[in-house]
């Protein structure tokens, strides 16, 4: 069972996963999914979700993807249960970013899985 920090991470990781260019992405070999990983853990240490998700996206060479604000929300509402959940389990949230943003490229539903008010 996912707790909703968890979702609410899952869903805008994966909108970012999503908007990646990856083949304008310099990844040494790599999958785009060990890229995204890397990136992740080198911006979990920063004070808020604000600071992590501008670093995350200008180190994917993101400039205002399309995230979605009501996930963003609640974890800015919620923001020390967020910031200790993205510091443990940077990989776990990763692997499930990227299902995610497999459904969403496929079309899969709705564009957000929940709201998170």
Partial sequence: MQS????????VLAHIYRAVDWS?????????????????????NVRDVASLLQRLCNSLSLQ?????????????????????YVRKYPKLLALY????????RKGGGVECLDSWS
């Fill in 97 to 104: 970013a990227e299902k995610r943003a497999r459904e969403l």
């Fill in 64 to 84: 205002g993807p399309k995230l979605p604000l009501d996930a963003i929300d609640y974890l800015r509402q919620n923001e020390s249960e967020a910031m200790k």
């Fill in 4 to 11: 909703e920090i968890e979702k609410a991470w899952i869903e």
């Fill in 24 to 44: 304008k992405v310099r990844r040494g070999g790599k999958r785009p999914l060990d890229v995204f990983v890397h990136r992740l853990e080198f911006s979990r």
